[in-house]
């Protein structure tokens, strides 16, 4: 039968307000980790990426942030606006192992944001 | 500019048929990827290529055909043997080893009625 599509975690924001966004990552040997940003019905846009010797980058209003010991990972959006509404998505790069080729990109589920004026 | 589009944007399928979904990049990317997105969840890889005339199954390939007869091009068959192909395709682009990073298309809505 259907399967029940499952509920993506939401956030809720004012505007002008700073806006968090937790992701949580698998492997310990991934090294390289993308933010993407995706509006309803069209395809993901990259926002920003910090590799694994790193714990800090910033760009325009945003800043991620990268906490090896405990395999998180967080996006930090400052003075959030309506167009910022979005489902935003980490990947982790798993650099290739015995028997691949191909570093492979892993998405997490998604976080839903929504930004109240 | 340089960019991956992917058409139809939506499509629909009846019970039985085969449907392949286009997906044309002109950014020079050697590596190619098809993604399947459903409600409320993460994106599942399909298949990928690393270079023309090779190609390789991902997480959930049953169902599904690809070929890469040219570096621009990956188009996507879904077959009458996937039994849940309703969902929101997406096709990437990458340069391995180089980029990680993904450049993706604005997807297909495919349902089947």
């Known amino acids: 039968g259907e399967s029940v599509g499952l509920h993506l975690p939401t956030l809720s924001v004012q505007e002008g307000d700073n806006s968090i966004i937790n992701c949580a990552y698998s492997?310990?040997?991934?090294?390289?980790f993308i933010w993407y940003k995706q509006e309803s019905g069209k395809g993901p846009q990259f926002i920003i990426d910090?590799?694994?010797?790193?714990d800090k980058r910033q760009g325009q209003r945003v800043t991620v942030l990268l906490n090896k010991t405990v395999k998180h990972l967080s996006l930090q959006i400052a003075a959030t606006q309506p167009g910022d509404s979005a489902v935003y998505f980490c990947?982790?790069?798993?650099?290739?192992?015995?028997?691949?080729?191909?570093?492979?990109?892993?998405f997490g589920r998604g976080t839903q944001l929504t930004v109240w004026p | 500019d340089g960019g991956i589009t992917q058409s139809p944007k939506y499509l629909f399928r009846k019970e039985g048929q085969n449907v392949t979904l286009s997906c044309e990049q002109n950014?020079?990317?050697?590596?190619m990827y098809w993604y399947r997105q459903d409600p409320g969840q993460g994106l599942r890889l399909i298949y990928y290529?690393?270079?023309?005339?090779?190609?390789q199954k991902g997480d959930i390939a049953e169902g599904y055909s690809v070929s890469r007869e040219k570096k621009e091009s990956f188009p996507l068959t879904v077959t009458s043997a996937q039994k849940n192909p309703t969902a929101f395709y997406l096709c990437?682009?990458?340069?391995?080893?180089?980029?990680?990073?993904?450049?993706f298309g604005s997807g297909t809505r495919l349902t089947v009625v």
């Open positions: 990437a682009s990458s340069i391995p080893a180089k980029h990680y990073g993904y450049t």
């Open positions: 492997n310990s040997a991934s090294d390289y």
């Open positions: 910090i590799r694994s010797n790193m």
């Open positions: 990947a982790e790069n798993i650099p290739p192992g015995r028997g691949s080729t191909l570093g492979r990109l892993y």
């Open positions: 950014l020079n990317h050697d590596a």
């Open positions: 290529s690393q270079i023309v005339n090779d190609f």
